[in-house]
């Protein structure tokens, strides 16, 4: 049962981060969303900042699995760099809700530090991963233009699903991602 209780409020609380983003995290609001009282929420997550972090670690977490399973399902790096932007896609048609790092990330000054930390760790991942990747798709470049190029992409698509969200229209990301592919940024 407890861990049931922790895996609800994890999932309420990701929702709602993705959403509102992390000042928009009251324990108050996700107490009364789950059914349970606030004391109940610090028995499992003494902080909002542990929380915080616990989400950012199981979001790099499961986005670490997927990837992993896009290398196995496949040996092409267009087919896990199509699949890298679709995870961004998905969060933009789950009630146009963004990436929960990248929307924290936009609040970084305002973040606990295990917060920060975890905020980066996911990043970090996310740059190495199209780093190892683009090794495999442009072997050509060099690792410092590959960690350039990893970083490059991140962001771009980053920035797409925001500007999408923004405007409430998936279309906006479909166009851009094509856009990068036009312009090389992504192979």
């Given amino acids: 049962m407890q861990m049931d209780t922790r895996e609800t409020i994890m999932a309420v609380a990701r929702k709602t981060v993705q ?43 499961d986005g670490v699995a997927y990837l992993q399973s896009l290398q196995a399902e496949s040996d092409d790096p267009a087919h896990w760099l199509e699949g890298y932007a679709q995870i961004f896609r998905r969060a ?43 090794a495999v798709a442009r072997p050509q470049l060099d690792e410092a233009q590959r960690q350039l ?23 906006v990301f479909d166009q851009t991602i094509e856009a990068y592919r036009s312009a090389g940024l992504l192979p």
């Fill in 19 to 61: 959403t509102r983003g992390y000042s928009g995290l009251s324990f108050r609001e996700l107490a009364k969303e789950v059914g349970i009282k606030s004391a109940s929420i610090h028995y499992h997550f003494p902080t909002k900042g542990d929380l915080g972090a616990a989400l950012a670690r199981r979001y790099t977490e």
């Fill in 92 to 134: 933009l048609l789950d009630d146009n809700r963004m990436c929960l790092c990248g929307i924290m990330a936009a609040e970084y000054d305002d973040l606990p530090v295990e917060v920060r930390n975890e905020v980066q760790g996911f990043s970090d991942v996310n740059v190495r991963w199209l780093a190892a990747a683009l």
């Fill in 149 to 171: 190029q990893a970083q490059a992409i991140y962001a771009a698509i980053e920035g797409a699903q925001l500007i999408a969200r923004g405007r409430g229209d998936i279309g």
